[in-house]
Nanobody, 116 residues
Framework: QVQLVESGGGLVQAGGSLRLSCAASGIIFGIRNMGWYRQPPGKQRELVATIPTGSAIVYGDDVKGRFTISRDNAKSTVSLQMNSLKPEDTGVYYC??????????WGQGTQVTVSS
C-alpha cells in the first residue's frame, strides 16, 4: 500500500507561481511513473505532467512552457513548479504514483485557485 501526501496548493493571482509537492510512503517498489493530474471545476480529471521511469517527461498541452515537474527517487517525492498561472489552471491537483507492486495510487488532492 502506498500513501501520498500533497502540499503547496492555495490562492494566487494570475501570473503568479505556486509549487506543489508530493511525498510517497509505504510499500514503494518498482516505480513506473510519478505525476500530477488536475480536475477543473465541472470537468474531468486531466493530465498535467508525468515522469515515467526511463522515459521522457510528458506535459499536458495547456501547461507546456509554464510548468516543470521534477522527481527525487531517493526521497520518493515529486514536485510541480507552476509559473505564469492562469485562471483556467484552477482546480484540484492530484499526485499519482504507479508501481509494480501496488498499481496506481492517488493523493487526496490539493486545491489551486488562480484569480483574474
Amino acid at each position: 500500500q502506498v500513501q501520498l501526501v500533497e502540499s503547496g496548493g492555495g490562492l494566487v493571482q494570475a501570473g503568479g507561481s505556486l509549487r506543489l509537492s508530493c511525498a510517497a510512503s509505504g510499500i514503494i517498489f518498482g516505480i513506473r511513473n510519478m505525476g500530477w493530474y488536475r480536475q477543473p471545476p465541472g470537468k474531468q480529471r486531466e493530465l498535467v505532467a508525468t515522469i515515467p521511469t526511463g522515459s521522457a517527461i510528458v506535459y499536458g498541452d495547456d501547461v507546456k512552457g509554464r510548468f516543470t515537474i521534477s522527481r527525487d527517487n531517493a526521497k520518493s517525492t515529486v514536485s510541480l513548479q507552476m509559473n505564469s498561472l492562469k485562471p483556467e489552471d484552477t482546480g484540484v491537483y492530484y499526485c499519482n504514483i504507479r508501481t509494480l507492486a501496488s498499481g496506481d495510487s492517488w493523493g487526496q488532492g490539493t486545491q489551486v485557485t488562480v484569480s483574474s
